[in-house]
């Protein structure tokens, strides 16, 4: 509770910070991080864009662009946060921005990608808008909770509640084998399953329920690298 409190002043500071009402005032007080970060979200944003080409031309070479742009928004992911501690710079701003361009490039372009490969039955669109849902709670939670978890010297958090949403790359790469070896459309693993009053889906959908789960679950502790 008194950490908290001590917290609160900070926060009065940094977002006095962006109330400037200046041209263009909180585009000139981005640090280096930030345009990492914004780096990231851009990259989330072309993979969606790619994968909209693919479902429009059927060109596979738009949808592996779009796994590429998710891989390099992940390698910029990695750096923002070393580099906004390594300049001292790390804030309010730095925490929302990385979620959000999180939440684009690790929760809404992974579903997108699973659309693309042909998950699209009602059953399916609704895990994916599920599991979008997580990675936008996970995110929520992280935000709301970071001031009580532990932290190491240099500001970093000791670990994370639930698992990163960033581990949802080993999706993407999912769907590039699947796109490599000619598994997607009618040919998914698994196939199309018929359920009882509810409708087609395919079973391996359910990847993408576990990895939302595991986002917002509780008891999995993951260790900050």
Known sequence: MERAKSESPKKDTELKKYQERKHFSLVRKFHLANFITLGNGACGSFSLFSTMQYLVTKDEAWLYRSIYFIAIGFICDCFDGKVARWQKNASLLEQELDSLADLISFAVAPAACAFAAGMRSLIDTIVLAIFIVC?????????????SIPKDASGKVRYFEGTPIPTNLILVFIIAYLLKTGKTGVNLPGGLVELPLAGPFHPLILIYAVFGAAMVSKTIRIPKL
Do not use: E
């Open 135 to 147: 990675g936008i709670s996970r995110l929520a939670r992280y935000n709301a909770t970071t001031v």
